[in-house]
């Protein structure tokens, strides 16, 4: 039975109860005894309505507060029994269609936080290889925002050109004005026809002001981010420093058009002030043995503090030089000199050293060249094989030499 039909038939059963009783009260008030008899069945009546309205109507009412409660408290899972017949069942089941949505509607959005705390799990452990990255890189990082002319500078890019964190600026002009004059324009049109779509990736190799206003080589690269539509919105590149690189060619260059018909003394006073302008050295010389085992030498020429020295003799004994002819192999100390070797700090004021072993074509050792400076050198040297090809210059020179000394010494006898 419908709960709008139970109602109907309890109402309508009390009314016609009442009008009974209304119209047989002179017979009620004629009989005293028919009273007790109409008070009963009318009190049964209204206890079976009170019964009816429990079951089929509060009792339903109650579980389905149950439910919405439950479902408020995003329990969804607990079952509650509803009366399901009538207009009461027809909203119980609607309230159950909508916590089967509700339940739907969550799981789907507890994975979807899942998903997010996946992807922001991923996104701050790649945001901390990046920062790693981009700290531990020798690289100096810009990023340029396009619309703003914002550029972010990593500390290596500052710190590269002997700037603190706080004295370069955030703007793609702090870029451009450190730019050496005769490399901006190179740089700016680059740039222009890689935003312009003309080339692949931006490259150029220009120079850099540092802060004490000298200039370093770099070579920057980058790439620009671009909307679907093509327009690039940001880039994003690298500098490295490639100065030891550039200064490494222009010495080779100088010390090949230098040696083309040098002979002598000119030969090795241009061997030594390029080995001394490619390592930033403050003196070189170019010595030759004196005796084997060798304890002493003299320079072949002694370039120091800008300009050259005369040739001198010395002994060997409690200076780094005696290293490299003793054991025959490179020796380089980039710092703190003076703590192994304290001749070289007290009598030189020598604070790094690079000394490389000379030998002829029989294997013999016949000197060294050596650079020095009261400053600490670089922890990396130019590639070694270059390095040593002064060596080699060097020693083929020193044999020519002693060679052409033999053959006038047999001519003159």
Known sequence: ?????????????????????????????????????????????????????????????VRLAQSLDLAARRDLTTAVDVYTGGEIGALARGVERLREQLKSACEEADRMVERCRTAEQALRESEQRYELAVKG???????????????????????????RESEVGDHIEDWHSRTHPDDLDNVLARMRDHLEGRTDRFESEHRLRCRDASYRWVLARATA???????????VGLHTDISSRRQTQETLLELAEGLTSARGEEYFRTLVRNFAGMLRARDAFLCEALNHPVTRVRTLAYWSRGHFCDNVEFDLVGTT?????????????????????????????????????IFDSAGTLIGHIACMDDKPMGEELPHQAIVRLFAVCAATEMERRLLAQERSGMSKR
């Open 1 to 61: 039975m419908g709960t709008r039909w139970l109602l109907v038939t309890t109402g309508g059963v009390a009314a016609l109860v009442l009008a009974a009783m209304l119209a047989g009260w002179p017979i009620v008030m004629r009989e005293p005894g028919l009273t007790p008899a109409l008070a009963g069945g009318f009190a049964a009546m209204l206890v079976a309505v009170a019964i009816g309205l429990e079951i089929l109507v509060r009792a339903p009412l």
């Open 137 to 163: 890189a020798n690289d100096g990082m810009f990023e340029w925002d396009l619309k703003t002319g914002t550029t972010f500078y990593s500390p290596r890019w500052k710190s590269m050109l002997g700037y």
């Open 225 to 235: 981010i671009r909307r679907a539509s093509g327009t690039p919105y940001r880039v």
């Open 321 to 357: 030089c005696e290293e490299v002819m003793a054991t025959g192999r490179m020796l380089y100390c980039p710092n703190n000199l003076g703590e192994r070797w304290p001749m070289e700090k007290r009598d030189y004021d020598r604070e790094s050293y690079l000394g490389i072993p």
